[in-house]
């Protein structure tokens, strides 16, 4: 679709957006032949924001955890990278760009699943507390995977 060219194209277009959530003259971002409006609809995202919220409570549980400020904060931004990543790279509604955050993304994810690894072996989790967080960690994994392997076809 065209951009809007005169000021009345221009508000209907914008009352289209605020009606249905879509910027109209925005090209949808499309991969494996099915085209998405919001980075929130990629099951890769939503699997992230499952492993960040886990991550997060694992921490709140953990007053060890929660005291060591340095490792806290590591674990913290890695998980949380996750999902920005992939929502930065979906919005540059690139194939190209969208696979270079889905890499950020993957590396984000890495260091975050090893930080639980240190959190378990500094005693501030368990094994059990973790596997939760751990198998959103490989679902997310599968699925930025296979997202990144459609923006290629």
């Not at 005693?123 to 959103?136: I, K, L, V």
Request: glycine fraction near 6%.
């Amino acid at each position: 679709m065209r951009s809007p060219g005169t000021l009345q194209e221009l508000r209907t277009s914008v009352a289209e957006w605020e009606i249905f959530g879509t910027i109209p003259w925005q090209r949808p971002c499309v991969g494996g032949g099915v085209a998405v409006r919001h980075f929130r609809d990629l099951i890769a995202w939503q699997l992230a924001e499952s492993f960040k919220a886990d991550v997060f409570r694992l921490v709140r549980e953990s007053p060890r955890a929660a005291a060591n400020q340095l490792f806290r904060d590591q674990l913290i931004n890695a998980a949380s990278a996750v999902g920005k990543d992939i929502a930065e790279g979906f919005l540059r509604c690139s194939p190209r760009e969208f696979c270079r955050f889905i890499d950020y993304a993957l590396g984000s994810l890495g260091e975050a699943e090893l930080r639980l690894e240190d959190g378990i072996e500094l005693d501030y989790f368990s094994a059990e507390d973790c596997q939760t967080a751990r198998r959103y960690a490989r679902r997310c994994l599968v699925a930025m995977i296979r997202l990144k392997q459609s923006q290629r076809q």
